[in-house]
């Protein structure tokens, strides 16, 4: 079955450094997806990246980049120059693409001003 | 609509009371997820519609755990005879064609029962 670890249950960074927010996953596929989401207090869930399987490239989004390691099963979340907005949990997520979406139990994030 | 909505944001029940949550998904989204997230965890997958069909219901936790999607557009998720464990938030999602596509989720709606 696949499975998606979050390791770091609560993460703290100072206004505009850099933090990294770590994910393993489990999975006998070879084609898959993974995604990191926010989750504001807000509730609503929003998508902060995306990352194909078969691409070697690791994704970015302006102050957001992964670190995909496919062979280690590991997708990490880099944040540079963090802002008071960058506050929320973190979710990292898996589908193979036909439909169901796998998260882990999430990482809050704490931006200290 | 412009996003994927979800009433009432929040709903409090009392035991044995029964409930029904709705989703407006984003017009044209071909599939719609239900998960349920308990306090301090991750969402957890409940069920899956495909247009008007539920292809997968394998999350629902019992069988007091109904969902529908008659006209392959809004979808309600109905509780019967609530149990204080069924407090939780439940999220609606939607997303396009597959492939991995990105899953639009609403605000959710927090149930708490009494």
């Known amino acids: 079955a696949q499975t998606v670890t979050q390791s770091q249950p609560e993460m703290s960074v100072q206004e505009a450094e850099t933090v990294t927010l770590s994910c393993t996953y489990d999975?006998?596929?070879?084609?898959?997806?993974l995604f990191w989401y926010k989750q504001p207090p807000s509730r609503q869930m929003i998508l902060v990246i995306r990352?194909?399987?078969?691409?070697?490239q690791n994704a970015t989004e302006n102050r957001f980049s992964v670190n995909f390691q496919k062979a280690a099963k590991s997708f990490s979340l880099k944040i540079s120059d963090s802002q008071l907005g960058d506050a929320a949990m973190y979710f990292c997520?898996?589908?193979?693409?036909?439909?169901?979406?796998?998260f882990g139990t999430g990482t809050r994030l704490k931006v200290l001003a | 609509g412009a996003g994927v909505s979800q009433s009432p944001r929040y709903k409090v029940a009392k035991r044995g009371q029964d409930v029904a949550l709705r989703c407006d998904p984003i017009?044209?989204?071909?599939?719609l997820f239900w998960y349920q997230q308990a306090l301090g965890q991750g969402p957890e997958f409940l069920t899956y519609?495909?247009?008007?069909?539920?292809?997968?219901k394998s999350g629902l936790p019992s069988d007091r755990f109904f969902a529908e999607r008659p006209e392959g557009s809004v979808s309600t998720l109905k509780i019967q005879r609530t149990q204080q464990e069924d407090s939780a938030v439940y999220l609606c999602?939607?997303?396009?064609?597959?492939?991995?596509?990105?899953?639009?989720f609403g605000q959710g709606t927090r149930l708490t029962v009494v």
């Open positions: 999602a939607s997303s396009g064609a597959g492939g991995g596509t990105e899953a639009f």
């Open positions: 999975t006998s596929e070879s084609d898959y997806y």
């Open positions: 990352q194909e399987a078969y691409k070697q």
């Open positions: 997520a898996y589908t193979t693409g036909l439909y169901k979406y796998i």
């Open positions: 017009s044209g989204h071909v599939s």
């Open positions: 519609f495909q247009n008007e069909a539920q292809l997968d």
